[in-house]
């Protein structure tokens, strides 16, 4: 349908009501029924975000020399990126527009250094557990690469000898999860760096989801595993701050071992009329108002902010586990984090999870096995019990309920 623009403008007091209205169908995340696509950390976070943004929403990123105050502000949120990763000294970074960007520039980062460092010609692979990301598959079309997704094991952790197997001389990439998003559990990073150091292969650590909240469990005293820099294998993270760095969308990062890894990264481009142009990452103009909220929400929570924002993540996840399994359900694997999957024995949990949606409940699902996922964010702790009483009630509908055809074909 093509819609021809209005010959006049209209004011913004009639325009705006317009916009609230076309609102009103959509997700309620606000009273705390969304558990994906959106992280709610509290009205305080939210002014930061928005206040930071709109200062330098009109700031362009692709230009440092105009716009000095960006890149000095991006440096520092990479320095507390590299930080908390446990990073060496040299280590260097770039903010994304998230986590698919982030993926795709460590895939072409790789790509390029295996091209140069390793003799790697014709078409390169990369090996990755069946629970990573689609952005990987993303970026393995947009290059030509291979994608190798090897099953998990019975703990549905990626299985790092499998993996190790499927490797040979044109891999240049292995793939770990921290978390991986359908079961918010920790790979085992250790492993994989083994196999990354003895074959001398490039570890890519997707830390979209986990990388500004798993540090700070840490902190608090769970016991997360080493699956970042400190690890030898590792070569490249992608770690998301509007997700649990409860930063304004979209702001990512993905962050390199060495300057000279993130070399291979940098588009350097002078055969045209407009003189050199050189961008980090995919995109030319990066929104200077990403990163600008970004650098204050990180600087206004500090270490002791977020410890105290993933704390009540972490009560939320527990008492949702507790519930969940009270009522029959079935946790998968050990989840440390902010998601957390469940599965039923006997019950049809994608029928459950209708009943929750007409309840106003917009979630997310798994396939394999079919169970319910939540990402939870601080403000879930306030509203657990109504979930669980939801979740109680929608399980009982459900065993009423004749199979949809229709949505089951959706997620098969």
């Known amino acids: ?39 709610n950390a509290g009205e305080d976070v939210a002014r930061v975000q928005k206040e930071a943004y709109t200062m330098y929403m009109s700031e362009n990123g692709l230009g440092p020399l105009a716009f000095p105050s960006l890149k000095q502000m991006e440096d520092e949120v990479i320095g507390m990126g590299l930080s908390l990763l446990h990073a060496p000294e040299g280590a260097k970074g770039t903010m994304t527009s998230g986590g698919t960007d982030s993926i795709a520039m460590a895939v072409k980062t790789a790509r390029d250094f295996a091209r140069a460092e390793r003799g790697v010609s014709g078409q390169g692979n990369i090996v990755a557990p069946y629970s990573a990301h689609p952005a990987f598959d993303k970026a393995a079309k947009l290059m030509e690469l291979e994608i190798r997704r090897i099953p998990v094991g019975s703990d549905l952790l990626a299985d790092a000898a499998a993996m190790a197997a499927a490797t040979d001389d044109q891999t240049i990439m292995l793939v770990g999860s921290a978390p991986s998003f359908p079961y918010g559990l920790i790979d085992d990073i250790e492993a994989l760096s083994d196999v990354a150091v003895a074959r001398n292969l490039w ?80 995109a030319g103009t990066r929104p200077g108002g990403a990163i600008s909220a970004a650098w204050a929400v990180m600087n206004f929570l500090g270490e002791e902010g977020y410890r105290a924002k993933h704390a009540e993540v972490t009560d939320a996840r527990k008492a949702i586990e507790e519930g969940v399994k009270a009522l029959g359900f079935e946790v998968l694997g050990e989840p440390q984090l902010g998601i957390v999957a469940f599965s039923h024995p006997t019950a049809d949990v ?26 939870l964010s601080p403000f879930h702790k306030q509203v657990t019990d109504t979930y ?18 229709k949505f089951e074909a959706r997620y098969s």
């Open 1 to 39: 349908m093509h819609i021809k623009m209005p010959k006049n403008g209209s004011r913004w007091e009639d325009l705006k009501p317009q916009m609230l209205e076309r609102g009103g169908a959509d997700a309620n995340w606000r009273e705390g029924k969304t558990a994906v696509y959106v992280f």
């Open 203 to 282: 570890l890519h650590v997707d830390a979209c989801v986990g990388g500004y909240i798993a540090p700070f469990v840490r902190m608090n005293g769970g016991n997360v595993r080493a699956f970042d820099f400190e690890l030898p294998g590792v070569m490249s993270m992608s770690a998301d701050l509007h997700k649990y760095g409860y930063c304004a969308k979209g702001a990512s990062t993905v962050l390199y071992r060495s300057e000279a890894l993130h070399n291979y990264m940098v588009f350097d481009c002078s055969d045209w009329p407009g003189g050199r142009m050189v961008t980090p990452t995919l």
């Open 350 to 375: 994608f029928a459950v999870y209708r009943q929750m949606y007409r309840k106003g409940w917009f979630t997310s699902l798994t396939t394999q096995p079919k169970a319910l996922h939540l990402m």
């Open 388 to 405: 669980l009483k939801d979740l109680s009630d929608s399980l009982a509908a459900a065993r009423e309920e004749k199979t949809d055809e």
